[in-house]
């Protein structure tokens, strides 16, 4: 496959899974009304994704080993990361919870520049002002202090920062074959929702065929096969654009919450969350000029 045609097939696969995750939101709350409480149901998803993924994962085991420490565990942490964001649509409004999230460049630039010592350009301290701003009027839409007003948004929010960690260290450190990467993400996922669920909710009594079988797709087409996908894709496109064409889980989320489970946001939120989106795109702008300056 030509340069070209590999660029433009990792573009859809991209832009796929930010469609794709867009609409996670259901299945996840399909498990709740199943009678899969809380962290619950993304743990019982995740384990039907490590389980799929284990015969794949073995396979590549070896390349787990030596100078790759650091990545996998930026990769079991990137796992706990999406599973406080799954949980999230339990406790919180969709649409908050995913612009919440998409709050990453903001904390990826801070660590980026302070914690790494990269260099910063001018436009990114400029998104980091948007999406703080942004965060400040989403928070403070309904009165009160501009923090965090329900678990789902806290999850939202550390979700966010836990993941701009894990795609800084997955940055600077050696890549994992997308198979293995998938598996130790899901493993990671596996192991927060459960620590949560004992904690947030009573175990329930018994995993029926319904959930079992809910969990196995949901498990395997999200966390499986489109998180392996994405690491594909994420490698062979330049960060600017990837970013960029995962804007559309934001739309597809937002939209579908207010359509689907009809919750719309206020006239402020919206504002606050398209400053979080100006934010994100300003984030990863610079890089493609840098990269066409050297």
Same mark, same amino acid.
């Given at each position: 496959?030509?340069?070209?045609?590999?660029?433009?097939?990792?573009?859809? =696969?991209?832009?796929?899974? *930010?469609? $794709?995750?867009?609409?996670?939101? %259901?299945?996840?709350? &399909?498990?709740?009304?199943?009678?899969?409480? /809380?962290?619950? *149901?993304?743990?019982?998803?995740?384990?039907?994704?490590?389980?799929?993924?284990?015969? !794949?994962?073995?396979?590549?085991?070896?390349?787990?080993?030596?100078?790759? @420490?650091?990545?996998?565990?930026?990769?079991?942490?990137? /796992?706990?990361?999406?599973? $406080?964001?799954? #949980?999230? !649509?339990?406790?919180?409004?969709?649409?908050?919870? =995913?612009?919440?999230? !998409?709050?990453? +460049?903001?904390?990826?630039?801070?660590?980026?520049?302070?914690?790494?010592?990269?260099?910063? +350009?001018?436009?990114?301290?400029?998104?980091?002002?948007?999406?703080?701003?942004?965060?400040?009027?989403?928070?403070?839409?309904? *009165?009160?202090?501009?923090?965090?007003?329900?678990? *789902?948004?806290?999850?939202?929010?550390?979700?966010?920062?836990?993941?701009?960690?894990?795609?800084?260290?997955?940055?600077?450190?050696?890549?994992?074959?997308?198979?293995?990467?998938?598996?130790?993400?899901?493993?990671?996922?596996?192991?927060?929702?459960?620590?949560?669920?004992?904690?947030?909710?009573?175990?329930?009594?018994?995993?029926?065929?319904? &959930?079992?079988?809910?969990?196995?797709?949901?498990?395997?087409?999200?966390?499986?096969?489109?998180?392996?996908?994405?690491?594909?894709?994420?490698? @062979?496109?330049?960060?600017?654009?990837?970013? #960029? %064409?995962?804007?559309?889980?934001?739309? #597809?989320?937002?939209?579908?919450?207010?359509?689907?489970?009809?919750?719309? %946001?206020?006239?402020?939120?919206? !504002?606050? /969350?398209?400053?979080?989106?100006?934010?994100?795109?300003?984030?990863?702008?610079? &890089?493609?000029?840098?990269?066409?300056? #050297?």
């Amino acid at each position: 496959m030509s340069v070209e045609r590999t660029t433009k097939f990792a573009s859809l =696969i991209v832009i796929a899974t *930010g469609i $794709l995750w867009g609409f996670y939101w %259901l299945p996840v709350r &399909q498990m709740e009304a199943l009678g899969l409480a /809380g962290p619950w *149901g993304t743990a019982v998803i995740a384990a039907a994704s490590v389980a799929g993924l284990t015969p !794949f994962a073995l396979r590549y085991w070896r390349a787990a080993t030596g100078p790759h @420490r650091m990545t996998r565990w930026a990769l079991v942490m990137g /796992g706990g990361a999406f599973a $406080l964001y799954s #949980i999230g !649509f339990i406790y919180g409004r969709v649409a908050l919870v =995913i612009l919440l999230f !998409f709050l990453t +460049p903001v904390w990826s630039t801070l660590i980026a520049r302070y914690v790494m010592g990269w260099h910063t +350009p001018v436009l990114r301290y400029v998104a980091i002002g948007l999406g703080l701003c942004g965060l400040s009027l989403m928070l403070s839409a309904g *009165g009160g202090a501009p923090v965090p007003k329900s678990l *789902g948004e806290w999850f939202g929010l550390i979700s966010g920062v836990c993941w701009s960690v894990t795609t800084t260290v997955l940055r600077a450190k050696p890549a994992l074959p997308p198979v293995l990467a998938a598996w130790f993400f899901s493993l990671g996922a596996l192991a927060t929702a459960l620590c949560l669920a004992v904690v947030l909710e009573p175990m329930p009594d018994a995993v029926t065929p319904a &959930q079992i079988g809910l969990a196995i797709g949901t498990g395997w087409i999200w966390w499986g096969v489109s998180i392996a996908g994405l690491l594909w894709a994420t490698a @062979r496109l330049d960060p600017a654009r990837v970013g #960029i %064409l995962l804007m559309a889980e934001v739309l #597809i989320g937002t939209a579908g919450a207010a359509l689907l489970a009809g919750e719309v %946001l206020t006239p402020l939120e919206v !504002f606050g /969350g398209g400053l979080v989106v100006v934010a994100a795109v300003l984030e990863v702008w610079p &890089q493609r000029a840098n990269v066409a300056k #050297i």
